[in-house]
């Protein structure tokens, strides 16, 4: 999947918790979010004296909340995984599990 088409994937299945994300949907849309993430970040530093967080930034991570989760749940089961398992990402060993099970390749589709 190329870039602008796993974010454009990622959107339009902004609350779609069941089927499948490929590795390159979720790292092509993780990617998109933290170069916005970072540009956001670099306009609010050059611009405030003070470390704060703008309210573009707060609009910035409140809309892609969802369609991140979702991608997420989405990746995990392609790697034949509950989507339950991200809760492992409140645990510290928990991300490094993610992490490891979000760079798989994905497990064959059982047929019919």
């Known amino acids: ?5 796993s974010i454009n994937t990622c959107f339009k299945k902004y609350i ?4 499948r994300a490929s590795r390159s949907e979720y790292w092509y849309f ?5 170069i916005i993430s970072f540009i956001l970040q670099i306009s609010t530093d050059t611009y405030s004296a003070v470390e704060t967080v703008t ?7 409140a809309f892609i909340f969802m369609p991140t989760l979702s991608v997420s749940v989405r990746r995990l ?7 339950w398992w991200l809760l492992l990402f409140f645990t510290i060993i928990g991300v490094l599990v993610l992490l490891y099970w979000f760079i798989q390749k994905g497990k064959e ?3 019919i």
């Open 77 to 83: 089961h392609d790697v034949d995984k509950s989507g």
């Open 1 to 5: 999947m190329k870039f602008r088409e």
């Open 30 to 34: 993780f990617l998109f979010t933290t």
């Open 55 to 61: 309210i573009y930034e707060w609009i910035w991570h």
């Open 16 to 19: 779609v918790f069941h089927g």
């Open 109 to 111: 589709k059982k047929g």
